[in-house]
């Protein structure tokens, strides 16, 4: 959590393969992951616009996150994980035809189908209204959680931090600072917060 520009996104572009970090490494369970290509890391991701693609059906985009064809939408896993999302029925429609929320529900099931030890959430929720924004949040944490997968979420907005993370932290000026304990990090926020918070 931070500040617009602080390198939040920098962190997760990091440990999703498509930036090199300047020095240290990025480890998944204690393995080194830091020079292999994004499609061979043990990580998905949910990006800030959905990335759905127009010209296929749900289903389609959906098992885009199995393998590479168009053929992925028979899967099973693909309707298990649409229905998993509330999207059941619905994967013959195209995008367009999907309100923002079901757009915002197909990108998590495509992340979702891919069972990846890591989810990176880059924001992916900020242009829904704030009642759909908290809906979406909750619904990602319950359908992402799994005995050792990590969802590591980017956002500016504490109320995101307070509903869904377990643990924060803190990134402003290409610093990062942390992990807390989400709770007692509110309750007692240390001096970079309260400037953040405005406090």
Avoid at 164 to 191: C, I, K, N, Q, Y
Wanted: aromatic share 4%; hydrophobic share 45%.
């Amino acid at each position: 959590m931070g500040p617009s520009g602080g390198g939040k996104s920098t962190l997760l572009d990091a440990v999703g393969g498509f930036l090199a970090p300047v020095s240290g490494r990025v480890e998944v369970d204690g393995r080194d992951i830091t020079a292999l290509p994004p499609a061979e890391r043990p990580v998905a991701q949910l990006f800030q616009d959905g990335n759905l693609f127009p010209h296929l059906t749900l289903a389609e985009n959906v098992g885009l996150g199995i393998a590479a064809s168009r053929a992925a939408a028979r899967d099973p896993r693909v309707a298990q994980v649409l229905a998993r999302v509330g999207l059941e029925g619905l994967g013959d429609r195209r995008p367009a035809r999907l309100s923002g929320g079901q757009q915002s529900r197909a990108a998590l099931a495509r992340a979702l189908v891919q069972d990846r030890p890591v989810v990176l959430l880059d924001e992916p929720f900020s242009a829904l209204g704030p009642g759909l924004k908290q809906e979406m949040l909750a619904l990602a944490a319950e359908v992402l959680a799994a005995p050792g997968r990590l969802m590591l979420m980017v956002t500016h907005d504490p109320e995101d931090a307070r509903s869904v993370a377990d643990s924060v932290v803190l990134v402003a000026d290409g610093r990062a600072t942390g992990p807390f304990e989400t709770g007692a990090l509110f309750a007692d926020p240390p001096p970079a917060l309260r400037a953040y918070l405005g406090d």
